[in-house]
């Protein structure tokens, strides 16, 4: 099988960060600041994403600005081609910081925001006063002349201020609003019984964004991803298992996924020993989910197996146990009992706050 090249290079440069979002995408095992890569590393991979054929390289986390090279990251980037956007939750851009950005030639910076108020945001990201550098980082971004996508991570607890988020991004000159349901993989899994919403909440949601769709016209993008729990088909998570993404782990790990390490069983290559090319066309792990061959019934005869590639491997084994099971958030799928289950769960105020260390309670198989 001819492997085309990646389109993007997602660049988790640490875990580290100042905020403790219950629905991080993150790993619960995070790798510590001693295991990260170095900036001569970086650099490396970058050119090898280059000469691969990557378009796009999105520096990621954990929050990207707790590394101090960053700046020199992104001119690397920039110098050999590549389209350059960072994923920050912005309480550490500061306008020297956003000025050095702006001079190594960042392309594209997309901010978090936990809720529309500062008291509700500040709570839940547990770090008071961050909501207040974000509104600083979102005008230092704009005034610099930077496209800026606002996004907001929705779950039980901000589902009903929806509205509210897409007037602050409004006001604070977004040109794209992502208003993404929380992923239930790792820390989301783990806090799913606090964090899911209800119907009827996903229901009021879904309204108000196609309402403003239609208000805002072509002037706003607004991106809308729903949780899966609740969806007919999957989402073809990645672009599909080693057909569009790299992601690099802080220390090195080269994953179809940010959440593949959690499926037991697989060994994934290190940048650390391993080219970018190499990895990519000729890697066990980059090709044991790739295309179609490996996909059991209903996938397999199924015409949409191209459309959504059978879902996400990591949600597959999360929720029956097994990775290269049909993704239970398709209705078509034999074990979709799952979602009506999680669903069906007692909901519980308990959230367990993201940390550097692993907590004892694993999210365990439904099956
Ligand atoms: S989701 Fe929250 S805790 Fe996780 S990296 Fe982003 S800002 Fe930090
Ligand atoms: S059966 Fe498989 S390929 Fe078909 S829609 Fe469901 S997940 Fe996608």
């Not at 059991?296 to 197996?305: F, G, K, L, N, Q």
Request: overall charge neutral; hydrophobic content about 40%.
């Amino acid at each position: 099988m001819t492997v085309p090249p990646p389109m993007g290079l997602i660049a988790e440069l640490t875990h580290r960060c100042p905020l403790q979002c219950a629905y991080c995408s993150n790993p619960l095992a995070l790798d510590p600041p001693t295991s990260e890569l170095s900036t001569g590393d970086w650099l490396r991979v970058l050119d090898e994403a280059a000469a691969l054929g990557v378009l796009q390289v999105h520096f990621s986390g954990g929050e990207p600005m707790a590394r101090p090279d960053l700046e020199a990251m992104v001119a690397h980037a920039h110098r050999a081609g590549l389209y350059t956007n960072i994923i920050t939750s912005g309480v550490l851009l500061t306008p020297a910081r956003m000025a050095a950005l702006d001079a190594a030639g960042i392309d594209h910076i997309q901010l978090s925001f936990q809720d529309s108020d500062a008291a509700r945001a500040d709570g839940f990201g547990g770090y008071r006063g961050g909501h207040a550098k974000k509104l600083a980082a979102a005008a230092l971004i704009r005034d610099s002349g930077l496209p800026l996508t606002t996004n907001f991570v929705i779950h039980r607890g901000n589902a009903d201020h929806v509205e509210a988020m897409i007037a602050l991004a409004e006001d604070l000159r977004a040109e794209r609003i992502e208003i993404a349901h929380v992923q239930y993989y790792g820390w989301g899994l783990l806090n799913r019984a606090a964090l899911l919403p209800s119907r009827a909440q996903l229901d009021r949601v879904t309204a108000i964004v196609e309402a403003a769709r239609a208000r805002l016209g072509g002037r706003i993008t607004i991106d809308y991803v729903v949780p899966d729990y609740y969806a007919e088909r999957p989402k073809a998570c990645m672009g599909g298992w080693g057909q569009r993404f790299i992601n690099i782990s802080p220390s090195g790990k080269a994953l179809p996924c940010h959440a593949a390490e959690t499926i037991g069983g697989m060994s994934f290559p290190s940048v650390r020993d391993t080219s970018l090319a190499a990895l990519w066309t000729g890697s066990e792990a980059f090709a044991r989910f790739r295309g179609t061959d490996w996909m059991p019934a209903p996938c397999r005869s199924c015409d949409r197996r191209e459309i959504d590639w059978g879902g996400c491997r990591c949600q597959a084994l999360a929720l029956t146990g097994d990775a290269a099971r049909t993704d239970p958030a398709c209705a078509r799928a034999p074990d979709r009992a799952v979602m009506a289950e999680a669903i069906g769960e007692p909901a519980t105020s308990r959230i367990l706050p993201r940390r550097l260390r692993a907590p004892s309670v694993r999210p365990s198989p439904v099956l």
